[in-house]
């Protein structure tokens, strides 16, 4: 079974800061990792997916994160945080067959000016 | 390509009553899910589609619960003898087919019983 854990349910960074969520997942076999976002009174949006190959994703609108099979993690970063970056983040993984996707529990990111 | 449209956006039943929703699909997508959302929650899994087939079920799902898609393309989600416990934000999502493709979502339905 997979399931994905997120460390922090709110982050608040500055404008112009490094954003950093954090998200490690379980899983008996090698999962697909994923980031989607959700801004206010929209649906989610994929961000970023890790499969196979290269372990560092890159995503829509800066943002990438490291798939680390050592450490069970799959972090989300971004340099520098933007206003319009605030939304609802989370964290997915799902089988190789795709039949599910597993969330976490969402982080929820404020943009201080 | 329209994304993925929910019916209603809201709706308010009293307790019992039953409530039917909907969800059209991206149009060439085969794969069509139902999430469940709560306050502070990321979407539950429900169920999901390949075509017209339902085929897997959420355990946590009661049979209180039903959802077709008939000729694959929209899909309904019923709950009858609705509870204060299905209070919720009910999510749809398509992707063209299995395998690590991305789902796209919909705005979702939310479900107030009173």
């Known amino acids: 079974a997979q399931s994905v854990t997120q460390l922090g349910s709110h982050v608040s960074v500055s404008e112009g800061a490094l954003v950093l969520l954090r998200c490690n997942y379980s899983?008996?076999?090698?999962?697909?990792l994923f980031w989607y976002v959700q801004y206010p009174n929209q649906g989610l949006q994929l961000l970023l997916k890790?499969?196979?190959?290269?372990?560092l994703v890159k995503g829509i609108n800066g943002f990438e994160a490291e798939f680390k099979k050592s450490e069970t993690s799959f972090h989300l970063t971004k340099p520098s945080a933007h206003m319009s970056d605030a939304a609802e983040y989370f964290c997915a993984v799902s089988d190789r067959a795709g039949n599910q996707f597993y969330f976490g529990t969402g982080t929820s990111l404020t943009v201080i000016p | 390509d329209t994304g993925v449209s929910q019916n209603p956006r809201h709706k308010i039943t009293k307790r019992g009553q039953n409530v039917t929703f909907r969800c059209d699909p991206i149009?060439?997508?085969?794969?069509l899910y139902w999430y469940r959302q709560t306050l502070g929650q990321g979407p539950e899994f429900l169920t999901y589609?390949?075509?017209?087939?339902?085929?897997?079920k959420s355990r946590l799902l009661s049979d209180r619960f039903s959802a077709e898609r008939p000729k694959g393309s929209f899909s309904t989600l019923e709950i009858q003898r609705t509870e204060q416990g299905d209070s919720a934000m009910y999510l749809c999502a398509s992707s063209l087919r299995a395998t690590n493709e991305k789902l796209f979502f919909g705005s979702g339905t939310q479900l107030s019983v009173l």
């Open positions: 899983s008996s076999v090698p999962p697909y």
């Open positions: 589609f390949q075509n017209e087939a339902q085929l897997e």
């Open positions: 149009s060439e997508h085969n794969r």
């Open positions: 890790y499969t196979t190959g290269a372990t």
